[in-house]
């Protein structure tokens, strides 16, 4: 399996110190106390916003200080040609920075923080896909005149590195068995296929992310005047994908293991109830064995969104895991599903906290016998009523055979099914995630 090119652009290191004279004397508050942020913007990119501590005038930054991270940008080979720009009219890469004091949020419209200044790098990212490079690391100006000394400056690393990537897409949405291809170039290779399975499932209800509203299902409220005993229960289980390899032998498994029920007086599952599932991959006595196990559920509030935590289990520590990704996708537009541990990946740095084990000895190694630092995956999720083929990208350093990248696919294919899986229970599945009993 070949890799595909990417290259992630790191911002961190934050500090900004800001001269006594520089700042508003208030009768009862220390200067030191004002909170700052900054805003971080590439081309082509979403911004990304970060807190910048504020440090006193006279402290040298960063000596004896933990390396922090406070933005990336994974740039794939087409966002590279992109933002090189070889039209006369498009400017040079440029990395901006705004910084501001005060809290982060808007009143009335109006952004509450105050620009204190601003910064921007300019980036040659030619050739960084095979070869890292130091753009800036130390102290900036970010105010305008006054002698030297007198004005606000920040303290920052952007660093470019590469960091290649295996590149995978379902060829259908999961719940319909597909085929996964690896994607490198313009070139699409059939690697796993899938089966969807389900176990005598419970739910009550069989229309599809991918359908139109069934105008009788305004009427639904009819079925309420029932008793709850007449009512099946709000339940959604016993479903599975399995993969395969070309020679058809199992290579990962995700399967449900605690049902998705809906909270008591509500249609929705509840962040303390979630529903979870069991990622399995190969053992050495050729059985398969629980790899990682992923929670989700409905969150609450105008968002509406998808709620989930991923934990690598442990295989000689029993019912224990690492957290390794926590956060939440909307469910109306989607999103992607992301395990990033977020720290500057220098050959002499030390492993992550979050790995088992003290050194990366085991190089190219199995999770998780192997230190991970950075990138380890993401997988597009599409929202409600869209059709979903997850792309999934996995960091080369975390796959040294077909089994750890089938395990990752097998863990995107669950993510995506739990936004069926946690979709509101007045609203139908489609019907290869019911029963046939119910159709």
């Not at 960063?62 to 006369?88: N, V």
């Amino acid at each position: 399996m070949d890799p595909c090119p990417f290259v992630r652009l790191l911002v961190g290191n934050l500090a900004v110190k800001i001269p006594v004279a520089a700042k508003p004397v208030r009768s009862g508050v220390h200067p030191s106390t004002s909170p700052c942020y900054c805003k971080i913007r590439l081309k082509n990119f979403p911004c990304q916003t970060s807190v910048v501590p504020l440090i006193p005038p006279d402290t040298t930054y960063p000596d004896a200080q933990p390396q922090t991270l406070a933005a990336t940008f994974h740039l794939s080979k087409l966002d590279l040609q992109k933002l090189a720009g070889r039209s006369i009219f498009a400017g040079k890469t440029c990395l901006k920075i705004e910084i501001y004091t005060g809290r982060r949020g808007t009143t009335c419209g109006v952004n509450s923080g105050k620009l204190l200044g601003k910064v921007s790098f300019p980036l040659d990212l030619a050739g960084t896909e095979s070869r890292a490079v130091n753009f800036q690391n130390g102290w900036v100006s970010i105010g305008k005149g006054g002698a030297k000394g007198s004005v606000a400056q920040m303290y920052l690393s952007v660093r470019a590195e590469p960091d290649p990537r295996f590149v995978f897409e379902f060829d259908g949405e999961p719940e319909c068995s597909p085929q996964v291809f690896q994607i490198q170039g313009n070139l699409r290779q059939p690697v796993f296929t899938c089966k969807f399975s389900l176990r005598n499932s419970g739910d009550w209800t069989n229309r599809s992310r991918s359908t139109q509203s069934d105008p009788s299902c305004s009427r639904s409220w009819l079925g309420s005047l029932g008793s709850e005993r007449e009512r099946p229960a709000k339940e959604r289980k016993g479903w599975s994908i399995t993969v395969h390899d070309l020679s058809g032998s199992r290579v990962a498994t995700a399967s449900m293991v605690t049902p998705f029920v809906a909270s008591p007086n509500s249609d929705r599952v509840s962040r303390t109830n979630p529903g979870a599932w069991l990622i399995l991959r190969p053992g050495g006595d050729g059985t398969l064995k629980p790899w990682g196990r992923l929670e989700a559920w409905r969150e609450r509030g105008g968002g509406d969104a998808l709620g989930y935590r991923f934990e690598l289990l442990l295989p000689d520590m029993s019912n224990s895991g690492i957290l390794l990704a926590e956060s939440t996708l909307s469910t109306r537009k989607g999103g992607k599903f992301s395990i990033d541990l977020g720290r500057w990946s220098t050959p002499a740095g030390p492993s992550p906290a979050c790995s088992p084990r003290s050194s990366g000895d085991y190089g190219y190694g199995l999770w998780p016998f192997c230190a991970y630092r950075g990138f380890v995956m993401s997988s597009t999720v599409e929202g409600e009523g869209k059709c979903s083929r997850p792309v999934v990208e996995i960091g080369v350093q975390h796959v040294g055979c077909r089994e750890d990248a089938a395990a990752f696919v097998a863990l995107a294919a669950a993510i995506d099914l739990s936004i069926d899986a946690c979709k509101l229970f007045s609203q139908k599945l489609r019907k290869e995630l019911c029963h046939q009993l119910e159709l």
